[in-house]
């Protein structure tokens, strides 16, 4: 595993983590559907959450939400309608989160959470 493929993991791993501990429901983690995948699939009470997780290990080429451009928006859109349709979830309450995560050396991440970012 390349060594951005396992940061990146291990973000997920710490946001899954991060949103049990704010009382979120998982359902899914990187639901995939043609070539798009979104990060966490969550309930936030009764609105069903679709999470783009960014992980860096410094802010030298920016802050790690700053990644998610209107085009990744866009995608992640679509990608949550496929996953309403499959799932036959109909109209239900939905948002979009970005949580964002700088590498704090050992002690793990600094999260930044960005409630209906898009």
């Given amino acids: 595993?390349?060594?951005a493929r396992a940061l990146g993991r291990s973000g997920e791993d710490a946001a899954?983590?991060?949103?049990?501990?704010?009382?979120f429901n998982v359902v899914c983690r990187g639901f995939r559907?043609?070539?798009?995948e979104i990060d966490i699939i969550a309930y936030d009470k009764d609105i069903l959450v679709f999470v783009e997780v960014k992980t860096r290990r410094s802010p030298d080429f920016g802050r790690p939400e700053e990644?998610?451009?209107p085009l990744k928006q866009r995608q992640v859109r679509k990608?949550?309608?496929?996953?309403?349709?499959v799932n036959d979830l109909g109209d239900i309450p939905c948002r979009f989160d970005i949580l964002s995560l700088l590498s704090d050396g050992q002690q793990g991440y600094r999260?930044?959470?960005i409630p209906d970012a898009f």
């Avoid at 899954?16 to 009382?23: D, G, H, I």
């Avoid at 990608?79 to 349709?85: D, G, K, R, T």
């Fill in 1 to 3: 595993m390349s060594d």
């Fill in 16 to 23: 899954v983590a991060y949103l049990r501990k704010k009382k």
């Fill in 33 to 36: 559907f043609h070539r798009g």
């Fill in 67 to 69: 990644s998610v451009t």
């Fill in 79 to 85: 990608l949550a309608e496929a996953y309403l349709m």
């Fill in 111 to 113: 999260i930044r959470h």
